[in-house]
C-alpha cells in the first residue's frame, strides 16, 4: 500500500519543491509567459490553434498570417495555467518603440520557431539575436527551439537537421562568449503528436511542483505494478508530470487517442438536457485491453487532469490493490493543490495575513 509512503513524502517536500510563493510562478496574479517567436510564416500560429484549440491541422492552412502581437490566456487547469503571446515574424521587437525589457521580463519560456523546409540561415540569426538580448534581460527564461514542419521529412533527413541546427545555434553562441546559454531543441509537426509532446517538456519546465508530482507517480507505479503513468491535462493533452521511466512516443500517442475516445463517447452517449454535464468529470474511468496483452487504465484525479497507465493483463489482476493505491495518489494530489491554493490567497490577501499575525 502507498498510503504511508505518499503522506510521509509530502510532508517532507512541501517548502523544497516549490511551494514557497517566493519561487512559484503561479502563486500570484501574474501567470507565467511563453513567447512564440520566428519568421513569418514559420508555423507559429497553426501551433497554438491545433494544441490548444483543437483545430484540424488542415484547417490551419487557411490561417492568416498574424500582424500583431497575440495574447491569450490558457487556464485549463490550476497545473497549466500561463499566458501564450504570438509574435508576428514581421515585427521588429527590439525597435524603440517596443518596450522588449518587460515583454521579457516577465517570461517563463521563448519558444522560437524555426522551418525546417526553409532556408534557416535568416531563422538562426534573428534567434541568435533574441536569446542574446533576452538573456540579458531575463537569465531565468527557458529557450526552447521548435524544428518545425518536419513532417515533410524522412528519419535521416530530420537528424540532420537537427544536428546541423543545434551545432550552428550554439556555435554562434560560443562565438558571443555566451556557452552558458542553454537551447532546447525538439522536432516538431502539427500532423502528429510531436507538437503536443514538445509542448509537454515546456510546460512542465514552468510547474514548480513537477519534482513532487514525478515522486508521486514513481511511488503509485512502483507499488501497482505499473509499467509507465502519465498525468495529462484533458483539454490540450499536455502531459504535465510522467514517471522516471523513459517516453515512448508510441506510448503517448495511445493516451492521446485514449482521451479523445473517452470525451467522445462520453459527448455521444452521456446525459442530455438538464442532466447533462462536462463530458469528463469524476466519474470518467475507461480500461482498454490491447491484443498485446497490454492494459490501458485512465481514471479522473480532477476535473482537468487524468491518470493513464499502462500495465500487463497479469498486473490488472489485483484492480482493487490499483484502485486502492489510485486513491491514495489522488488524495495526495488534493494537498499538492490545497497548498497551492493557501499560497495564492496568501499572496492576493498580503493585509489579512498581517492583520491576523498582529491579532
Request: hydrophobic content about 40%; overall charge negative; glycine content about 4%.
Amino acid at each position: 500500500r502507498v498510503a504511508p509512503a505518499l503522506g510521509t513524502y509530502l510532508s517532507s517536500h512541501k517548502i523544497k519543491d516549490g511551494f514557497s510563493p517566493v519561487r512559484d510562478p503561479f502563486s500570484s496574479e501574474v501567470k507565467p509567459r511563453i513567447l512564440l517567436m520566428g519568421l513569418r510564416r514559420s508555423g507559429k500560429s497553426s501551433i497554438q490553434k491545433v494544441v490548444f484549440h483543437k483545430m484540424s491541422p488542415n484547417e490551419t492552412l487557411f490561417l492568416e498570417s498574424t500582424n500583431k502581437i497575440c495574447r491569450e490566456d490558457v487556464s485549463n487547469s490550476s497545473f497549466v495555467s500561463f499566458q501564450i503571446w504570438d509574435f508576428p515574424g514581421q515585427i521588429d521587437f527590439f525597435d524603440p518603440t517596443f518596450d522588449y525589457e518587460m515583454i521579457f521580463r516577465g517570461t517563463g519560456a521563448l519558444i522560437f520557431v524555426i522551418d525546417s523546409q526553409d532556408d534557416y540561415v535568416e531563422a538562426l540569426s534573428r534567434l541568435h539575436l533574441t536569446v542574446t538580448r533576452a538573456y540579458k534581460v531575463n537569465p531565468d527564461i527557458n529557450f526552447e527551439v521548435f524544428i518545425h514542419k518536419v513532417d515533410g521529412l524522412s528519419d535521416d533527413h530530420k537528424i540532420e537537421k537537427q544536428r546541423d541546427i543545434h551545432k550552428r545555434a550554439n556555435d554562434d553562441l560560443a562565438d558571443a562568449g555566451l556557452e552558458r546559454i542553454h537551447l532546447s531543441f525538439y522536432l516538431t509537426s502539427i500532423y502528429d503528436h510531436s507538437i503536443f509532446e514538445a509542448f509537454s517538456k515546456v510546460v512542465q519546465k514552468l510547474i514548480p511542483q513537477l519534482p513532487t508530482l514525478e515522486n508521486l507517480l514513481n511511488i503509485f507505479i512502483s507499488n501497482s505494478g505499473i509499467e509507465k503513468a502519465f498525468l495529462f491535462d484533458v483539454v490540450s493533452k499536455i502531459y504535465i508530470a510522467t514517471d522516471s521511466s523513459p517516453v515512448d512516443m508510441q506510448t503517448y500517442e495511445l493516451c492521446c487517442d485514449m482521451i479523445d475516445v473517452v470525451i467522445d463517447i462520453s459527448c455521444i452517449y452521456g446525459l442530455s438536457g438538464d442532466e447533462a454535464g462536462s463530458p469528463y468529470d469524476k466519474e470518467s474511468m475507461a480500461i482498454i485491453h490491447l491484443n498485446n496483452t497490454t492494459v490501458m487504465y485512465l481514471k479522473e484525479v480532477t476535473k482537468f487532469l487524468a491518470l493513464v497507465c499502462f500495465l500487463r493483463e497479469e498486473s490488472f489482476e489485483r484492480k482493487g490493490l490499483i484502485d486502492y493505491n489510485f486513491h491514495c495518489f489522488k488524495k495526495a494530489i488534493e494537498e499538492v493543490f490545497d497548498v497551492r491554493l493557501k499560497v495564492q490567497r496568501m499572496m492576493l490577501n498580503p493585509n489579512t495575513c498581517l492583520m491576523k499575525r498582529r491579532i
